[in-house]
């Protein structure tokens, strides 16, 4: 249990995804299939794919893994599951079923896979779901993650592409996560930022889906490797629509300020950047909130678009749960990302 999974790996989390520019140029030449009941595929992307079974049920289908963000392997197992399982959330739906997907070195601990593996199927269980399997290579940089099943009704899908104008913004989770674990390499965030950081990121998006299902909002997605800013032009990109962000009312975590002040970034932050930048406005934003945006998060909160009136509604009834929530912006006419 001693030895460091961060000294394993170049990058960790969901800072370690392969570039979002690059991705999109991959993609671009796979033709979707051609099946009605597809509901959800490349056309556009989203958090997960989805199939619709019948009138009633569709699944969804979602798989998810990276190399280690923390030390302990309990908390990585966590956070890794965590990450995988709330993509599900994300589109409206319940997790069902998992797999792993593990890749871990010959000569690490037995005792050390056994914590990663113990603490995901905790997780996975608290969802609701069961871990019935997976697949383990060998490799020199440790790798933890899952494939996740999950249904929902098709009529209660929540797709990246639905956002409206006049919509407002919500964000259910503080943003932050890469800049407190790399201010923490640095020196420049303590042991208290960290644990608070590893709390939200081993937090599961289930309970604010239960009270959002019932509000039916127009778009939902869940923030994580490509930054609160990447993942909000994707939604106005696929909604045809202008999301307007207010910089001063997003939520950071204690001590990602004050790294991202230092002049700090994470390894992420460039190439999300290289993926949206062109697309968002931020003239006269302070350059941290501008970092703080294209922080990689792992395991992030939602970021949910829904009608105007439905907001203080839904706000009220999830502080009433004592879950997190903070309104972050609307939705315009037009096209890209204003941050104000």
């Known amino acids: 249990?001693?030895?460091?999974?961060?000294?394993?790996?170049?990058?960790?989390?969901?800072?370690?995804?392969?570039?979002?520019?690059?991705?999109?140029?991959?993609?671009?030449?796979?033709?979707?299939?051609?099946?009605?009941?597809?509901?959800?595929?490349?056309?556009?992307a989203d958090d997960a794919a989805v199939y619709r079974l019948d009138a009633e049920t569709a699944l969804v289908f979602t798989l998810d893994f990276f190399p280690p963000l923390v030390d302990d392997p309990r908390d990585f197992g966590t956070i890794a599951a965590t990450n995988a399982l709330n993509d599900v959330f994300a589109m409206g739906g319940r997790p069902l079923l998992a797999l792993s997907i593990a890749e871990f070195p010959e000569d690490l601990p037995q005792e050390t896979v056994a914590?990663?593996?113990?603490?995901?199927?905790?997780?996975?269980?608290?969802?609701?779901?069961?871990?019935?399997?997976?697949?383990?290579?060998?490799?020199?940089?440790?790798?933890?993650?899952?494939?996740?099943v999950g249904t929902v009704h098709p009529d209660g899908l929540w797709p990246k592409s639905g956002s409206q104008p006049g919509d407002a913004l919500l964000l259910t989770k503080p943003l932050g996560t890469g800049l407190v674990l790399h201010g923490a390499q640095?020196?420049?965030?303590?042991?208290?930022?960290v644990g608070a950081a590893v709390g939200w990121m081993t937090t599961l998006n289930a309970d604010w889906a239960d009270v959002l299902r019932s509000f039916r909002p127009n778009a939902v997605t869940d923030v994580t490797g490509f930054?609160?800013?990447?993942?909000?032009?994707?939604?106005?990109?696929?909604?045809?629509?202008?999301?307007?962000?207010e910089a001063?009312?997003?939520?950071?975590?204690?001590?990602?300020?004050?790294?991202?002040?230092?002049?700090?970034?994470?390894?992420?932050?460039?190439?999300?950047?290289?993926?949206?930048?062109?697309?968002?406005?931020?003239?006269?934003?302070?350059?941290?909130?501008?970092?703080?945006?294209?922080?990689?998060?792992?395991?992030?909160?939602?970021?949910?678009?829904?009608?105007?009136?439905?907001?203080?509604?839904?706000?009220?009834?999830?502080?009433?749960?004592?879950?997190?929530?903070?309104?972050?912006?609307?939705?315009?006419?037009?096209?890209?990302?204003?941050?104000?």
């Open 248 to 340: 001063d009312s997003w939520p950071a975590l204690n001590g990602a300020l004050e790294v991202a002040r230092a002049g700090e970034k994470t390894g992420g932050d460039r190439r999300n950047r290289d993926f949206a930048a062109a697309h968002v406005s931020s003239d006269g934003v302070p350059d941290e909130l501008v970092t703080l945006g294209w922080d990689p998060q792992t395991a992030g909160g939602l970021l949910v678009s829904l009608p105007v009136e439905k907001a203080p509604a839904l706000m009220a009834e999830l502080q009433s749960r004592e879950l997190f929530v903070e309104r972050i912006g609307r939705v315009e006419t037009g096209s890209g990302v204003v941050v104000a």
């Open 115 to 148: 914590a990663v593996l113990d603490a995901a199927d905790a997780q996975v269980r608290r969802a609701g779901a069961i871990l019935a399997g997976g697949h383990t290579l060998r490799d020199r940089e440790p790798k933890y993650g899952l494939a996740v």
């Open 1 to 44: 249990m001693s030895i460091k999974l961060t000294e394993l790996v170049t990058s960790g989390g969901c800072a370690a995804k392969y570039p979002a520019a690059r991705l999109q140029e991959l993609l671009a030449g796979f033709v979707p299939a051609e099946a009605e009941d597809l509901l959800v595929g490349l056309s556009p």
């Open 227 to 245: 930054g609160l800013l990447g993942h909000a032009f994707e939604v106005a990109d696929r909604s045809g629509v202008r999301l307007v962000l």
């Open 186 to 193: 640095r020196g420049l965030a303590g042991a208290e930022e």
